[in-house]
C-alpha cells in the first residue's frame, strides 16, 4: 500500500484470500495501475495493480554523480537514467 493517507481513507474489503482491494480507486492516481475485479458475491472491486514509478528520488555519490533511481512509491532501486 502506498504511505499516503487517502488511500487508507478509502472503502476497503478484504477478500477471502486475505487480499484489500477498494471499491472505486482514486479519481487522479497516477502512481499506479487499477484492476477492476468481481468478488465471489458479484461485487467490483479495484485492486493495486504495478506500480508506475511516478515518484523517483536520484540516489547519489558524494561527487553529485547520479547512480540510481529510488521509487518512493515502492522502494524499487531504477538504474540512473530510468524514467516514468
Not at 487508507?8 to 474489503?13: F, I, K, L, P, S
Amino acid at each position: 500500500m502506498s504511505a499516503d493517507p487517502g488511500y487508507e481513507a478509502r472503502a476497503w474489503v478484504r477478500l477471502g484470500n486475505g487480499e484489500r482491494v477498494f471499491d472505486a480507486p482514486p479519481e487522479t492516481d497516477d502512481e499506479y495501475e487499477w484492476t477492476e475485479v468481481s468478488t465471489a458475491d458479484g461485487r467490483v472491486v479495484h485492486r493495486f495493480g504495478r506500480c508506475l514509478h511516478a515518484r523517483l528520488e536520484p540516489v547519489t555519490l558524494t561527487d553529485g554523480e547520479v547512480v540510481a533511481q529510488l521509487c518512493l512509491g515502492c522502494d524499487e532501486q531504477l538504474p540512473a537514467g530510468w524514467k516514468p
